[in-house]
C-alpha cells in the first residue's frame, strides 16, 4: 500500500492491531482508557472489496462495544 501511515500505540492501554503484510509495521491502533478509540492509519475506504471492509467494521465495532467488559 504505497504512501500508508505507520502507527505506534503510545501508552500502555494502546496496542497495535493490525499490521501492514508488506513490512510488519502497525497499520490500526486499539485504546482502551480513558474512552475507546481505534485508529486506522490508511483510508477506511482503501479496502477495495466490500467483505473485508463488512469485516474490519464488523470487529471495531466487537471491539468498541465489548471491550472492557470484563474487566
Not at 492491531?17 to 486499539?30: D, G, P
Amino acid at each position: 500500500m504505497e504512501g500508508a501511515d505507520a502507527l505506534e500505540p503510545a501508552h500502555e492501554n494502546a496496542y497495535t492491531i493490525l499490521r501492514y503484510r508488506e513490512n510488519n509495521m502497525s497499520a490500526a491502533v486499539a485504546s482502551a482508557a480513558p474512552y475507546r478509540v481505534v485508529t486506522l492509519g490508511f483510508p477506511f475506504e482503501s479496502l477495495t472489496e466490500e467483505s473485508q471492509r463488512n469485516e474490519l467494521m464488523q470487529q471495531i465495532m466487537n471491539y468498541l462495544e465489548n471491550h472492557g467488559k470484563d474487566e
